[in-house]
């Protein structure tokens, strides 16, 4: 059983502020099919509760986390066009190693977002 393990943490750089209530969808990418693996929202903090991907569940392969930022946007009132410019956004990346903690955060605003492989 592998010991790795996947997180996220999103912070909304526009109000300075970690993100809360946004909805996170994980898929596995296999060819051109998309496995959907799990879904989960951010706490207060921007984190989810427990690991998007457990120790035990996590395997060498590609994988997309789908965040839904103009959800959380809308349900936090902040102002933007409608439609929004950043609706929901795909980040695809690779898991080499299994038996390693990947965290993947976002940096996001209304109008551009960063990420980066944390730890």
Not at 34 to 50: C, H, I, P, S, V
Request: glycine share 10%; net charge neutral; no cysteine.
């Amino acid at each position: 059983m592998a010991n790795g393990y996947l997180t996220t943490h999103v912070l909304d750089t526009a109000r300075g502020r970690p993100a809360g209530g946004m909805a996170v969808t994980l898929y596995r990418i296999e060819g051109s099919n998309r496995l959907k693996l799990a879904r989960m929202q951010t706490n207060a903090d921007g984190r989810t509760d427990a690991p998007i991907l457990p120790k035990g569940q996590l395997s060498a392969g590609t994988y997309e986390l789908v965040f839904e930022a103009g959800a959380y946007f809308n349900q936090a009132n902040i102002p933007g066009e409608s439609p929004r410019f950043l609706d929901e956004i795909p980040l695809r990346f690779g898991i080499s190693d299994a038996d390693m903690h990947y965290h993947v955060p976002l940096l996001l605003s209304p109008f551009g977002y960063s990420t980066y492989r944390g730890s």
